[in-house]
């Protein structure tokens, strides 16, 4: 590794990034939209400002406000937690770049830019089980990304615009937009990214999939544990269903119109209600699984899947079975049946059934929903208090070998990795064991 100090000429200026395990080169807390703060609140993300000199990107920029604690499972919180404080603010829309060539001349690595999820309420692109270095290390551009959450970020009401309703939805628009712009000063390809994501990110993906907005942008698809298309709570609303969930929640701040909530600090707004996107006529013009059901939706390669016991951080025993198929298993098969059958583009499905050894204090949850995380970032040196063994570490490698091959090549196979194969039509629908 050169002791250079790594830097990056973007659009917006030119960034300092650090080293990271001395392998890796670092960049964190690069704004790629305009604060979405005051007037800006409820409004499609603008373009930043530029800046004059250098800029310095070596600490995370603050998390999207969210509720705390950060979920209601005590297991689910232990799996995201981080060994720093939380920081949030309005003020979010920040991504962080790992690479192992931050050079424009060695530009042509393939670039995995990754949504977390969160159910639209909790999460941040700079939790540690999200880290970039095992990406990087295997050769590709890791892209971790904020988005607005909860009522900033799917808020729909009669006086917020066209694009009401789905600005989280626009931030990752803008955050792909980025890429597209400036990833080849990290020594990445603008024409091999990857958009990946989990839980509520996956789903953010499948949208994405639908929407002619983010359709240049991505080139192949990753979604893991949920999906936008056959979900338990059916299809989304549309805008006259969300603005009038939209007033209701006005209601609540004393029928406030838009003007009157944009006075009402962040904090109060994010801990009441639970938003998630809408067909707005703008980002989603249709209904998601109209889009899937005639083909119509961006048909690139896809992979996708689910985890064997998903229901139970959500719903306890016997009602955790039914919940985690329902929610996530039945709608991520449906996504990859639909998606190949109406494109004939490549699909492969998995099915993850390690169960994490759990630290002392936490619940048996078996293999509960995020439980992959750890193994297909190969983050689990993030979690050094779990007592990981070696059979982890190794199905770890392989799980990060097989995604990192995939954002290579638009197929998870080569090399020493097992043969997975793709789907080949109804009744024939095979998913690669983990």
């Given at each position: 590794m050169t002791e250079c100090t790594p830097s990056a000429a973007t659009r917006g200026g030119r960034l300092i990034g650090g080293w990271e395990d001395r392998e890796v080169a670092v960049f964190r807390g690069i704004p790629f939209a305009a604060p979405p703060v005051g007037e800006l609140r409820w409004r499609p993300p603008e373009r930043p400002e530029p800046w004059e000199g250098?800029?310095?990107?070596?600490?995370?920029?603050?998390?999207?406000?969210?509720?705390?604690?950060?979920?209601?499972?005590?297991?689910?919180?232990?799996?995201?937690?981080?060994?720093?404080?939380l920081v949030?603010?309005?003020?979010?829309?920040?991504?962080?770049?790992?690479?192992?060539?931050?050079?424009?001349?060695?530009?042509?690595?393939?670039?995995?830019?990754?949504?977390?999820?969160?159910?639209?309420?909790?999460?941040?692109?700079?939790?540690?089980?999200?880290?970039?270095r095992s990406m990087a290390a295997r050769g590709v551009v890791m892209v971790t990304l904020n988005y607005r959450l909860g009522a900033l970020g799917f808020l729909a009401h009669p006086g917020l615009g066209e694009a009401s309703g789905n600005y989280g939805l626009l931030d990752i628009v803008a955050a792909l937009t980025w890429v597209r712009e400036n990833i080849g000063a990290f020594g990445g390809?603008?024409?091999?990214?990857?958009?990946?994501?989990?839980?509520?990110?996956?789903?953010?993906?499948?949208?994405?999939?639908?929407?002619?907005?983010?359709?240049?942008?991505?080139?192949?698809?990753?979604?893991?544990?949920?999906?936008?298309?056959?979900?338990?709570?059916?299809?989304?609303?549309?805008?006259e269903e969300a603005r009038k969930q939209g007033v209701a929640y006005a209601e609540g701040f004393g029928g406030r119109d838009a003007a009157g909530l944009r006075r009402i600090s962040g904090v109060?707004?994010?801990?009441?209600?639970?938003?998630?996107?809408?067909?707005?006529?703008?980002?989603?013009?249709?209904?998601?699984?109209?889009?899937?059901?005639?083909?119509?939706?961006h048909p690139v390669p896809l992979l996708t899947g689910s985890n064997l016991d998903e229901g139970t951080v959500y719903a306890p025993a016997p009602d955790a079975a039914e919940v985690g198929d329902s929610r996530f298993v039945r709608p991520v098969r449906h996504w990859a049946r639909l998606h190949h059958v109406t494109t004939g583009a490549p699909t492969w499905m998995y099915r993850f059934t390690r169960k994490p050894p759990m630290p002392p204090g936490l619940p048996d949850a078996g293999v509960y929903h995020t439980?992959?995380?750890?193994?297909?970032?190969?983050?689990?040196?993030?979690?050094?208090?779990?007592?990981?063994?070696?059979?982890?570490?190794?199905?770890?490698?392989?799980?990060?070998?097989?995604?990192?091959?995939?954002?290579?090549?638009?197929?998870?196979?080569?090399?020493?990795?097992?043969?997975?194969?793709?789907?080949?039509?109804?009744?024939?629908?095979?998913?690669?064991?983990?």
């Open positions: 250098e800029r310095r990107a070596d600490e995370f920029g603050p998390a999207p406000l969210q509720p705390q604690p950060a979920a209601d499972s005590v297991m689910y919180r232990s799996n995201f937690a981080d060994r720093r404080p949030m603010s309005e003020d979010c829309l920040y991504l962080n770049v790992w690479t192992p060539e931050p050079s424009p001349a060695t530009a042509g690595l393939p670039v995995m830019v990754w949504v977390h999820g969160g159910g639209n309420r909790y999460g941040h692109g700079s939790q540690d089980i999200h880290n970039g390809d603008p024409n091999r990214v990857t958009l990946a994501g989990n839980s509520a990110g996956a789903a953010h993906v499948c949208h994405l999939m639908a929407s002619a907005v983010a359709r240049p942008l991505f080139r192949a698809a990753i979604g893991q544990s949920a999906s936008g298309v056959g979900r338990a709570e059916g299809p989304l609303p549309g805008q109060e707004l994010i801990v009441r209600g639970h938003f998630g996107p809408v067909v707005d006529g703008r980002v989603l013009t249709e209904p998601t699984d109209d889009v899937f059901d005639s083909g119509r939706q439980a992959e995380l750890p193994y297909v970032l190969d983050t689990m040196d993030r979690r050094p208090d779990w007592p990981w063994r070696d059979a982890d570490r190794r199905l770890a490698t392989t799980m990060a070998d097989a995604w990192a091959r995939f954002v290579a090549a638009g197929d998870p196979n080569g090399g020493a990795l097992p043969r997975w194969d793709t789907f080949k039509g109804v009744g024939d629908e095979p998913a690669m064991i983990f």
